[in-house]
T-cell receptor, first 117, second 114 residues
C-alpha cells in the first residue's frame, strides 16, 4: 500500500543534541512538507520541497534543516539551535510540485512526537 | 502574509444537533481544504473546494466556499459521537512557481456529547 512512513514515532532528546526525523513516501509525489504541531494549536510549516535537490523555508525554519536527495525521502534534522523543540512533527506529501494549477491535497504521515528532556 | 482563522476554537454539542464551523482567510484564493484530526493521530483529507460557490457533502458533513467573502463553512447535521475530532481548514496560494504551501487554520476541536 502506498503511503508516508515517519520514524521514529516517539523520540526523546537531551538538550544540546541534534536529532533526525525520517520521512519516506512511496506515492511518487513530487512535493514534500514538514509541519510542526504544538498542543491545542494548528500546523506551522517548517520546510517544503517541490522537487529533488531543492527546498524552501517555511514559516518557522530556524533551528531546523532538511535535505531532498531522493524523491522518496525528506528527513528533518532538529538542531540544538531550536529553542523549544518539544512538539508533534508531521510529514506530508502532495502529487504536484511546481507549475501546476490542480488541487494540492496533502497526504500526511502518522507523525513523530519529540520530547526534550 | 496569509492569515487563516477558524471560529469557534472549541465546540461542544449534543448528539442530534446542527452546527457550523467558520473559516476566514485574508488573501484571495480559490482553493480551500478541510482536514480532520483524531486525538494523537495524523490528518486526513475531508473536502477540497476549488471554486467560488463550491459545495461538497459527505455523510453528515457539508463544506462550502465563498471566495468573495473569503469564507468557508463546515456544517454538521445531526451530530453523532464519531464526529468528535479537530477540524482544520487550509488555504492554498499559488505563486509564480505554481502550487506552494498550504496555510492551516488554528483548528476547531469538536466534542459531541451523548
Amino acid at each position: 500500500d502506498g503511503g508516508i512512513t515517519q520514524s521514529p514515532k516517539y523520540l526523546f532528546r537531551k538538550e544540546g543534541q541534534n536529532v533526525t526525523l525520517s520521512c519516506e513516501q512511496n506515492l511518487n509525489h513530487d512535493a514534500m512538507y514538514w509541519y510542526r504541531q504544538d498542543p491545542g494549536q494548528g500546523l506551522r510549516l517548517i520546510y517544503y520541497s517541490q522537487i529533488v535537490n531543492d527546498f524552501q523555508k517555511g514559516d518557522i525554519a530556524e533551528g531546523y534543516s532538511v535535505s531532498r536527495e531522493k524523491k522518496e525521502s525528506f528527513p528533518l534534522t532538529v538542531t540544538s539551535a531550536q529553542k523549544n523543540p518539544t512538539a508533534f512533527y508531521l510529514c506530508a506529501s502532495s502529487i504536484f510540485g511546481r507549475a501546476h494549477s490542480g488541487a494540492n491535497v496533502l497526504t500526511f504521515g502518522a507523525g513523530s512526537r519529540l520530547t526534550v528532556l | 502574509e496569509l492569515k487563516v482563522e477558524q471560529n469557534p476554537l472549541f465546540l461542544s454539542m449534543q448528539e442530534g444537533k446542527n452546527y457550523t464551523i467558520y473559516c476566514n482567510y485574508s488573501t484571495t484564493s480559490d482553493r480551500l481544504y478541510w482536514y480532520r484530526q483524531d486525538p494523537g493521530k495524523s490528518l486526513e483529507s475531508l473536502f477540497v473546494l476549488l471554486s467560488n460557490g463550491a459545495v461538497k457533502q459527505e455523510g453528515r458533513l457539508m463544506a462550502s466556499l465563498d471566495t468573495k467573502a473569503r469564507l468557508s463553512t463546515l456544517h454538521i447535521t445531526a451530530a453523532v459521537h464519531d464526529l468528535s475530532a479537530t477540524y482544520f481548514c487550509a488555504v492554498d496560494i499559488t505563486s509564480n512557481f505554481g502550487n506552494e504551501k498550504l496555510t492551516f487554520g488554528t483548528g476547531t476541536r469538536l466534542t459531541i456529547i451523548p
